[in-house]
Structures are given as structure tokens and as C-alpha cells.
């Protein structure tokens, strides 16, 4: 990985689950529904707009293999997809995998409560379960 000394707070060398050219996949310490990510381009830029067409271009490869995952390993029926940048000014999305059964991971009940996904309901993991759920993803 190159320096992403801007993206420090979602934690890439940890939490990576996939690298691509353009873009990192890591798994969020906050765990909505199982299988939350947060996309982030490995450029930094502060708007959407400043994404070059490469780069659009690739993030559709990310989004097809996120879902492939999502949906072969956890069972996801849906998606949601959130660019809110308020707090951390660069580009990156945040994926939210939608379930209509409980999911069993780990000794844990995963449930989709099937309500809007926002940044206050949630669970905050310990490394040692973000490792399991990163590792089993990758």
C-alpha cells in the first residue's frame, strides 16, 4: 500500500479486505449489519467530481465483487450505499449488505433490523472479532 496517511482512521493496514488499483476495501469497526464496508479511493481528492474516469471505471469491479462476496458468504439479498463525507473529506463510500434472515458467524446472531441505515445503530467490535470477520471475507 502506498502512503494513505489520509485514510488512517479506517485503518487499511488492518482492516483491509481487498486492493484494487484504484481503491481499498476495509471491513468498518462498526458493524451495522455484518459485512460492512467503507470503499476507499487511494487518491485523495475532496469531491466526487475529482474522481477520474479510471476510477469510476474500477469502482464498478469493486461493487460487483463486493456483492458476489456479500452474497455468497453471508447470504445479502440487498445493498445500501451511503457518500456522506462530512466528517472525513476525501472520497470513499460506505456498504451496508442487507439480510431477510439471521445470520450465524462465529458463535453470533447477525440481525438486519430492517430499518434505515445510519451511522448511530450499531455494533463496535474488538480487533480480535474485525480480524475473524476480515479474514473469512477475504
Known amino acids: 500500500m502506498e502512503n494513505l496517511e489520509f485514510m488512517k482512521k479506517f485503518r487499511p493496514n488492518n482492516l483491509c479486505i481487498k486492493e484494487f488499483k484504484y481503491w481499498i476495501v ?3 469497526e462498526e458493524q451495522s449489519t455484518l459485512g460492512d464496508v467503507v ?4 487518491r485523495e ?3 466526487v467530481s475529482g474522481m477520474l474516469p479510471e476510477e469510476g471505471s474500477e469502482f464498478t469491479e469493486v461493487i460487483k465483487w463486493y456483492e458476489k462476496l456479500c452474497i455468497e458468504k453471508f447470504g445479502a439479498i440487498k ?3 451511503m457518500i456522506m463525507m462530512m466528517h472525513d473529506a476525501f472520497v470513499h463510500y460506505h456498504a451496508f449488505p442487507r439480510y431477510d434472515k439471521v445470520v450465524n458467524l462465529f458463535d453470533i446472531e447477525w440481525k438486519d433490523n430492517n430499518t434505515l441505515t445510519n451511522f448511530r445503530t450499531f455494533e463496535l467490535l474488538d480487533d480480535e472479532l474485525l480480524f475473524k470477520i476480515r479474514d473469512y471475507m477475504k
Open 26 to 28: 476495509c471491513l468498518r
Open 39 to 42: 470503499i476507499l479511493l487511494k
Open 45 to 47: 481528492t475532496q469531491t
Open 79 to 81: 445493498f445500501n450505499y
